[in-house]
């Protein structure tokens, strides 16, 4: 059964960093897209950012130019750095896997792991 364990999270200020990590097992991260999402309280899941099996990245535009994301074959592992922190930022952060394009809809992706708190305070 392929799942993703994520873990990183924490609570931080604003400005401050964190990394994300997401490992995958039953399944070869190298062969699927990869994206991470979040949830705020009382929210909707959103998408805010994808890997593609080929390295092509997407992002959520209220994180461009302060998350990155990145993958390690080798550990069969997806990282988010996450930088320059807002309060907005703070979520339930998930990954997921997906066969096609680096939509950033949740609708595309599956087996999810169980995520991961991020809290950033003001």
């Known amino acids: 059964q392929s799942q993703f364990v994520e873990s990183g999270g924490g609570l931080v200020q604003f400005g401050e960093s964190l990394r994300l990590s997401c490992a995958a097992s039953?399944?070869?991260?190298?062969?699927?897209?990869v994206g991470w999402f979040r949830q705020a309280p009382g929210k909707e899941r959103e998408g805010v950012s994808c890997?593609?099996?080929?390295?092509?990245?997407e992002y959520k535009d209220s994180v461009k130019g302060r998350f990155t994301i990145s993958r390690d074959d080798a550990k069969n592992t997806v990282y988010l750095q996450m930088d320059s922190l807002k309060p907005e930022d703070t979520g339930l952060y998930s990954c997921?896997?997906?066969?096609?394009?680096?939509?950033?809809?949740?609708?595309?992706?599956?087996?999810w792991g169980q995520g991961t708190q991020v809290t950033v305070s003001s």
């Open positions: 997921a896997a997906t066969v096609g394009a680096c939509t950033l809809e949740p609708s595309d992706f599956s087996a």
């Open positions: 039953g399944l070869s991260l190298r062969y699927y897209g």
């Open positions: 890997m593609t099996r080929d390295g092509v990245t």
